[in-house]
């Protein structure tokens, strides 16, 4: 027993190591990270709106990290933004960082696209508004009635998407998540500076 | 100098004095001792020099030249019958997950390339299929019929009985529920919301509780063994069953690890459950099927260990590759990729044992299912590693990240790596098992062409255009609707790829379920026992 019990030790060993070296003090050092001033805490209807975003997934095909124009151009080339840094995330639980363009990035989409007439539109027909677009259309996000009611949020599709009769009306969950899409604009100066690559000393 | 830099110099410095010391004390112990002996503990006495393979048509299995041999071949199959109803069981499951992550990946790539396909459910929409296929083959195939192989390998390892597998079949059940609820949680739209986590916390509860059951047997079953020397295959199952728990209960923890500090955590779980779990369990299970099959053991003992330790010590720290570019400090993001290029020494470690044994057999890919499959899923094991090693490098990330390619990547490790190895495997063990022959041989060709050309046609289409994308996306010269539409042609490629597989996955089940029923013709002895087709012919 004395080697089953030294190999799995040795084994548990070496990922406490690394759970010291990738979890707990980038940790420290990330929560100790100033939050820029200029950044404001979700609203009520922005974290719902987060909720539908995770919901359906949409950080697999979206990102919310442009990354430093030193590194890759492109990122603010296609307008995406600055580089982004820890403090920037303060009130994002959990992260929506995404691994993959499959769509272009998102972190500062409320900045590219103010208007929430565009957001609606886009989520209901994205190929309404970006030929050949490969997104998904979000059309269970909103209601197709006869009659508009008081308080109701037309979105005006134009034609051929939307239906032959009758309007579509945004859902609460429709205009949570157009909030929260238009919550992202991280367009402020960023008090610490993206880490540029330093030599190792 | 920063806090940060300034502990991390001191680890190092405190890690490699401890490193040393072992080193020191492992020499004057005589700890390297084990030479080629310990190579042939998989070997019954013997045995070397015969081929085990109950999947291979016109076999003369061995059946001992004397009593002694005989009768430590009739001990082996009584302990593979002690593992029977834990490893059907695991088994069982995991064939059905296959299935219906199959179907949910075919889903995905479907709609990549026709999004109104099944658009008007929510409960379909890319972005819940997209987790459900990836949930539905991590933890439903690959986990379950990881486990499952392990604890038919675990008696064999220990050479004794399988102890305590009502456990192990209670933790599956436990898993499958996991599972159920899991899936369902992520199509109700409940998801955690962060990639290879979105089973909610409470629900992963029952994965940590399944998980624990299996480790109930294996601590059994070691403390009876009735070998000197533990074969590497253990060293690596026995790792992996103690990581994967740990890993999967820090990452799971709610409310823990906020903002950008998340996505470390994230990525460091994430490629640790490829590294620390999948791949330990496929490597391990390699390094068991090849020597067996051929009858002759591994080139290198000595070398296998080193490589178990180097995986260990390197592959538990790069995750944080995957957000090279990211908001994380830069020193995290060196230290992965210095591990990630270290990775290279237990690779090579690895392809010089289960390819240089595999030297002057080649021949024997022909005629048996369970070394072609298990060969090529190592063969895949080293080029998908390199391949990563490359990946992490700077110069390379900031082409392929955010880019087809690394979900090319991620199916030559997961599939062509893992699958094949598990795949293999299971046309080992069914016939051990059960007791009956593999019904038709030719279901188990077409099951290898469907996958094999499914997965090599998948990896090449999206490798390129992933690698085209890439290069696009890094000036804005070009709008990125028509980078999107560049990579169509190989989006609708992987579509028929994922046909290809699924095809291969339905022939693969019909053939085990066919196993299961005890169809086709019968026999009168077990497996192992039977007389060689060529003699009955005669």
Known sequence: ?201 | MTPTIAVLLIITFLLSTVGLLLLIWSIANNQFSHGQAAARTIFSPGEEGHSEDPARPAETAFTGDNLDQTEALEARWIADQSSRAAVLTWLSSSVFWLLLGSVFGLMSSIKMHLPEFLAASEFLTFGRVRPVHLNAVTYGWASMAGIGVALFLIPRLFKTSLAGGKYAVCGALIWNIGLILGLGAITLGLSDGEEWLEFPWQIDVLFVVGGALCAVPLLLTAANRQVEHLYVSSWYLMAALVWFPILFFIANLPFTFPGASGAAVNWWFAHNVLGLWVTPIGIGIAYYMIPKILGKPIISYQLSLIGFWALALFYSQVGIHHIIGGPIPTWLVTLSIVHSVMMSIPVITVAINHHGTMMGNFGRLKDSPTLRFVWIGALMYTVASLQGSMEALRSINVITHFTHYTVAHAHLGMYAFLSFILFGAFYFIMPRLTNWEWPWRGLISLHFWLVSVGILIYVVSLTLSGWKQGLALLTADLPFMDIVRMTLPALKARTLCGLLMTLGHLVFAFHFVAMLMRRGKAKEQATLFRPSTKEVAR
């Not at chain 1, 190929?127 to 209601?143: E, G, Q, T």
């Not at chain 1, 998407?161 to 969950?173: F, L, N, Q, R, S």
């Open chain 1, 1 to 201: 027993m004395k080697r089953a019990l030294a190999i799995m030790v040795g084994a548990a060993l070496i990922l406490l190591l690394a759970t010291l070296t990738l979890v707990v003090m980038p940790y420290l050092q990330m929560t100790a990270e100033q939050v820029p001033p200029e950044l404001k805490p979700y609203t009520e209807q922005q974290l719902r709106g987060r909720q539908v975003y995770i919901a359906n997934g949409c950080m697999y095909c979206h990102s919310q990290q442009p990354r430093d124009p030193a590194f890759a151009p492109g990122d603010r080339d296609r307008g995406w933004g600055r580089a982004s840094v820890p403090g920037d995330y303060a009130y994002d639980q959990p992260q929506l960082l995404g691994t993959m363009r499959t769509g272009p990035d998102l972190f500062n989409i409320g900045a590219r696209q103010p208007s929430i007439d565009w957001q609606l539109m886009h989520l209901y027909s994205p190929s309404a508004l970006v030929k050949d677009s490969i997104m998904p259309p979000y059309r269970f996000l909103f209601r197709h009635v006869e009659q508009l009611e008081e308080g109701d949020k037309l979105v005006n599709i134009p034609a051929p998407h939307g239906p032959k009769t009758g309007y579509i009306v945004a859902t609460e969950d429709a205009l949570a998540l157009a909030e929260y899409l238009l919550a992202l604009d991280h367009s402020y100066p960023a008090p610490t500076l993206p880490q540029p690559e330093q030599p190792k000393d």
